[in-house]
């Protein structure tokens, strides 16, 4: 949690003194151009800091989700936020791992995936040993657990 946490406030701050110094001096210049109903530079400079003003609500929002999450109530025993997960692919008869994460650290390509994407979610709250029915947009993956290492095992603290 704390990466996330820490990746949040980075760009925080990026925008914020983009926000505050970099967009206010762009805007001043753009303005001594003259006319400002015909000043691409102008526009351009007021449209990012709108984009930018909305985006540090979103990060400010989410941080706030982030710190909130209480890592006593994530199972230990059970899938939860933050566990590894090996299943196995009954239909094809192989092996699969993924981690359970947040979801600005999603990358599928890794094993990453979110909480909230369907085979997240199919598994959260199963055990080793449950068989799971996920459907995904390509159709229907029936999983078996076949090993988990939850966040608090991966953290040293059982």
Known sequence: MEEVIKRLQGEISLLEVELRVELPREILKARAHGDLSENA????????????????????????????????????????????????????DEEIRYKLVTSEDVDVAKG??????????????????????????????N?????????HQSNGSK
Request: proline share 3%.
């Open 143 to 151: 999983m078996e657990i076949i090993e988990l290492i939850t966040i």
């Open 41 to 92: 530079e102008y526009h351009a400079a007021k449209e990012r800091q709108a984009f930018v003003s909305a985006r540090l609500g979103q990060l400010h929002a989410r941080l706030r989700e982030v710190s909130m999450i209480d890592m006593s109530k994530i199972p230990h025993d059970r899938v939860g936020l933050g566990s590894t997960v090996t299943v196995l692919d009954i239909a094809k």
């Open 112 to 141: 990453l995936i979110s909480t909230s994407s369907p085979i997240g979610r199919g598994l959260l709250g199963k055990n080793v040993g449950d068989t799971v029915r996920i459907e995904i947009p390509g159709g229907v993956r």
